[in-house]
């Protein structure tokens, strides 16, 4: 289990993030699972949003994923299943060319108390960020407890999305 102790509240880090996409002049369109929309309200809490946030979806079940980002079953071929990364990056970059934004960042997991019916455990998620770099990684809290997984995602979702800019950042 990570420890999850030194993470930074979900309000700090989406202020670090709305910050730093306000002083570029960037955007960034969210998708969300089983954090339920908290990446999506901790970047609205910020006064001036509309600069940076264009908008988000909470794709919850496969229903939503097609009326919500258009997924068909051509998109889910080959294997592609949700609660993975390469399923993150590319709802990451569906939510990104959807609404036309700088960025694209996407959950996918399985918050509790139960696991997911792919066979996922409680406390699995995978994040991921498209835009000028894509990166994602899979965390695993090892924790049955969903509202507490809720949270630790939203912030693990914004946490890989700031270090994503700072190294833009330092690339550029």
């Not at 071929?77 to 993150?88: I, L």
């Not at 991921?128 to 949270?151: F, K, L, P």
Request: hydrophobic fraction near 45%; glycine fraction near 10%.
């Amino acid at each position: 289990m990570p420890d999850v102790s030194g993470l930074e509240p979900l309000s700090v880090l989406a202020a670090r993030v709305g910050a730093t996409l306000r002083e570029r002049r960037q955007t960034v369109a969210v998708a969300e699972s089983s954090a339920g929309g908290l990446v999506s309200a901790a970047l609205l809490a910020i006064p001036g949003a509309s600069a940076f946030f264009l908008g988000g979806a909470v794709v919850y079940s496969r229903r939503a994923a097609k009326a919500l980002l258009g997924l068909t079953p051509e998109d889910m071929a080959d294997g592609m299943r949700a609660e993975t990364e390469p399923y993150a990056r590319f709802i990451a970059s569906r939510i990104r060319d959807s609404h036309r934004a700088t960025w694209g960042i996407a959950e996918s997991g399985a918050a509790g108390p139960f696991g997911s019916p792919y066979g996922d455990a409680p406390g699995h998620v995978c994040v991921a960020i498209a835009g000028a770099a894509t990166a994602s990684r899979t965390i695993e809290t090892g924790d049955a407890d969903r509202v507490s997984n809720m949270d630790v995602f939203a912030r693990q979702l914004l946490l890989l999305f700031d270090e994503t800019l700072r190294a833009q950042s330092s690339a550029g």
